[in-house]
Nanobody, 122 residues
């Protein structure tokens, strides 16, 4: 089983920046995972996909973060990042890292991290 460990969350003022990291356990290289992404969830709300990156490097963002957030991956460090700039109070959430895809025998897989809190004060 692959473990994903997020870090980098915290408290920041509006307009500030944070960089989240998602480190995968050495049992599997993130380059072999079809896609990695960052989700966020506030209490009582559904988990929302914020940004994703495929093994080929293609990225996708929810409209509300386009131009402010950047997802990237460093295969040598087995880590995925989410650079968050120009943060707004509405970005306050727990952020989760997820890896997912379809294995060799057609079996779907997914891995989740434990989440990291991001709080943006006005």
């Amino acid at each position: 089983q692959v473990q994903l460990v997020e870090s980098g969350g915290g408290l920041v003022q509006a307009g500030g920046s944070l960089r989240l990291s998602c480190a995968a356990s050495s049992s599997r290289s993130i380059s072999s995972i079809n896609a990695m992404g960052w989700y966020r969830q506030a209490p009582g709300n559904q988990r929302e996909l914020v940004a994703s990156i495929t093994s080929g490097g293609s990225t996708n963002y929810v409209n509300s973060v386009k131009g402010r957030f950047t997802i990237s991956r460093d295969n040598t460090k087995n880590t995925v990042y989410l650079q968050m700039n120009s943060l707004k109070p509405e970005d306050t959430d727990v952020y989760y890292c997820r890896g997912w895809g379809v294995g060799v025998f057609g079996k779907e897989y997914e891995y989740w991290g434990q989440g990291t809190q991001v709080t943006v004060s006005s």
